[in-house]
């Protein structure tokens, strides 16, 4: 991916004016019927996930990739390679500049991480954040990602990459609630080589307030049952994107 003094004490004084209505026994208690406010600016990297976070929920270790990036529009991926059914592009690639022309995006957030080099279910995990000017927004896009997706279920896209020929296939679509789903499988090949073993791939998008969460989950093709991790294909990229969704609560 082209791919993050005395004006503090103002500032802290400030927010508890605004954003708290009593506070007792010095505890600060939120103002009733106060809204949610939007995410924007740097906190939105504030949602990502860090390493101790993801080897607690998949029980394996996992080491940076990629440092964080934040940015605006720029740092969304775009695609190198050319794509058959370009329109399924977003079940397969995370972050895609194609999938967000039509919104009006104004802060991205990512991080990649990578298994430790010892055996695991888990090869890597991606996390992206995506924050638009209001949740109506994000609620509209992910209708229509939701959409879109359903409908490449059963698809096969293929991209070329230099060299490199990837095969996906689009498994399995589901929507439960606020969160998208997919599973899919990827095979690579490359030159006068035979394919290199299926990986299985978990996506989920989610939506929270006025940002969509995006996650990939990528599994060893040749995992065994007894190899350390408890991540599971069909759960485990929803089960992060909810934890994301839960931070944006957090810091809303």
Known sequence: MRILGPATALTVIAALVAGCGSVVDGTAKPAPNLKPRPLSGATVQQVLLDGTALSQMLSQPFVSRRPAEFGGPDKLTHSDGSVASPGCLGVTTMLQQSVYQSADVKDVASESWWNNGEPAQVIGVQEGVVSLPSAAQAQALFATFSAQWQQCKGTTMTEQSGPISTTTDINDVRVAGSVLAATNT????????????????????????????????????????????????DTSATDIAKAMMDKVNALS
């Open 186 to 233: 990827a095979t690579a090949v490359l030159p006068n080589m035979p394919a290199l073993r299926p990986t299985p791939q978990a996506r989920a998008i989610g939506v929270q307030l006025n940002c969509l969460v995006e996650v990939e989950v990528v599994f060893f093709g040749e995992r065994r049952s007894s190899d350390p991790g408890s991540a599971n294909v």
